[in-house]
């Protein structure tokens, strides 16, 4: 049946409905949720998604710069596919 | 255009656009069109004061590009009838 065969990048997205991912976007962003809905555009519909935003504050000493993240909550998220840079099963370290 | 159909079933929907210049639209979905362009009643913008000029602003049109997230309520969305969609859509020579 042509639903099981796995031969565009794409195949391996569909693999993914219904199940966690992540998601790296333009912007530093990251997302992690699970995929409802995809297009080959990469747009998106995901659920249960929480966002990482990961903002450098650069100072005059090299050494005193920070990384800060913030994280926000969305119960359901349409997704623009032209910030997406990649998606992968989610990383749990 | 699945997701072009997608949005077409949220209209009347109380939505949050998410705009790629940090701007966050409050409004409910009127219409919607093949380039995802949104047009949005009732709108009001989340920081009022850091946006003033928009604070008048009743309806608007969003072109489809500047959108980088649509907040959706997740008692408008069928999971099961998206995910069937996106299976059956992926199999379509484009």
């Known amino acids: 049946m042509a639903t099981g065969a796995v031969e565009q990048p794409l195949d391996l997205v569909r693999l993914s409905l219904d199940e966690r991912i992540y998601v790296k976007m333009r912007g530093d962003r990251e997302l992690r949720g699970k995929l409802h809905g995809y297009d080959q555009h990469m747009n998106m519909v995901l659920g249960e998604v929480e966002e990482t935003i990961t903002i450098v504050e650069p100072s005059e000493q090299p050494t005193e710069g920070s990384i800060q993240t913030v994280k926000k909550n969305y119960e359901m998220l349409f997704v623009r596919g032209d910030n997406v840079i990649l998606v992968a099963p989610p990383m749990r370290s | ?94």
């Open chain 2, 1 to 94: 255009m699945l997701f072009y159909s997608f949005f077409k079933t949220l209209v009347g929907q109380p939505v949050v656009v998410e705009l790629k210049n940090d701007m966050l639209i409050q409004g409910t979905l009127v219409s919607v069109d093949q380039f995802l362009n949104i047009k949005l009643d009732g709108v009001r913008v989340e920081d009022e004061r850091k946006y003033p000029h928009v604070a008048s602003l009743k309806n608007s049109f969003i072109r489809g590009s500047v959108v980088r997230y649509v907040h959706i309520p997740a008692t408008a969305v069928d999971t099961a009838l998206l995910q069937d969609a996106a299976r059956k859509e992926s199999q379509q020579p484009k």
